[in-house]
């Protein structure tokens, strides 16, 4: 039997439409509703629920309804430590999944009324790799990277960082104990992401929590991108 | 490794290509990849023929064209490919740009079918 040659026919397909669409559905949904949406990624351990924590209670404390959705692999324990800060906060657990997609998302937000918040909070998986490819609909993303984990982390991780609009360095408390090379992070930062706004942060102590909670809430206004442009 | 899930939807879409074209027999799939795409090349070739086994493009080939990153320099006026993922900058002048015109794609560009 003879069979055809194979022929090349053009498709034209981003892998990630899917995404792209409901991510695109998701940003339409928000603004709509007026609620700013920021999403952090880090490493495993650099700080994000901390962070958050200290984020939800001193907006919470400016009179700013405030929320989160928090991916981790397994356990709710984030949740439950964020819950104590008051603000509405559900888990979204991803078995073996190791980043956050739009359509997690979407499912977490059902039944809540995007209405009446100021200010909604998406903590991704803890990992610097996979949640580059995948947008949330979110208005800012977070880069979070602490002074424990050694100034060259953006260097190794350039996509992350470049697909990020914030940096944001988390444990600055301890940068004396642990030397941490300032200069050098910034310098790596800027290097892989020129121009990125960097904010140096402390959740124990509240350092710099002051300059970088108004460009949350405010991320699509004005006022942010003024922040934001130095 | 999120190459696993990217697989699925590339063998997703392709069967729906193939139905769409009256069911015909998939050979091979051409995927623009580019280096700022948070994807892997050789975890998705991996991936890929582990989704493959058991659908109608079992046997079938990924070929992928890696994109470079090219970025836009605001000096020169004018595109410049990147040395080094380590630092955004101009080839020609140096000056540091984050203005990323190609280097993100994950994109299925063609099918090789019967």
Not at chain 1, 154 to 168: C, E, G, H, R
Not at chain 2, 44 to 62: A, K, R
Request: net charge negative; proline share 3%; glycine share 6%.
């Amino acid at each position: 039997m003879m069979s055809s040659q194979p022929r090349l026919v053009e498709v034209r397909q981003n892998v990630l439409k899917q995404n792209d669409l409901l991510a695109r559905e998701l940003r339409r949904r928000f603004q709509e509703a007026g609620v700013c949406v920021v999403s952090l990624v880090s490493s495993p351990g650099s700080g994000k629920t901390a962070f958050l924590e200290k984020a939800l209670t001193l907006l919470q404390r400016s009179k700013l309804r405030v929320a989160a959705l928090v991916g981790d692999l397994a356990t709710e324990n984030d949740a439950a430590r964020l819950a104590r800060s008051g603000a509405p906060v559900r888990q979204i657990t991803t078995g073996t999944i190791c980043h956050l997609d739009a359509q997690m998302v979407e499912r977490a937000l059902e039944e809540w009324n995007l209405e009446e918040l100021d200010v909604l909070f998406i903590e991704n998986v803890g990992n610097l790799v996979c949640p580059s490819s995948y947008d949330l609909g979110e208005d800012l993303r977070l880069v979070l990277l602490s002074v424990t984990e050694g100034e060259d982390k953006p260097l190794k991780y350039p996509t992350i960082f470049n697909t990020a609009d914030v940096a944001v360095i988390t444990k600055i408390d301890l940068a004396e104990a642990v030397e941490f090379d300032r200069a050098a992070a910034h310098r790596n930062i800027q290097s892989v992401r020129p121009g990125m706004k960097v904010f140096e942060v402390s959740a124990k102590t509240g350092e710099g929590m002051d300059e970088l909670l108004p460009v949350l809430y405010s991320a699509r206004s004005a006022e942010s991108e003024k922040v934001l442009a130095g | 490794m999120h190459e696993l899930s990217i697989a699925m939807s590339m063998v997703e879409m392709a069967e729906e290509e193939a139905a769409r074209r009256g069911g015909v027999k998939v050979f091979a799939i051409h995927l623009k990849l580019g280096q700022l795409s948070g994807v892997v090349k050789d975890a998705l070739l991996f991936s890929y023929e582990i989704v493959c086994q058991g659908t109608t493009l079992e046997g079938s080939q990924l070929i992928i064209e890696e994109i470079p990153v090219v970025v836009y320099c605001p000096t020169c006026r004018a595109e410049t490919s990147l040395a080094s993922l380590q630092r955004f900058c101009c080839a020609a002048c140096g000056t540091l740009t984050s203005e990323v015109v190609r280097g993100k794609e994950l994109e299925v560009v063609a099918m090789e079918i019967q």
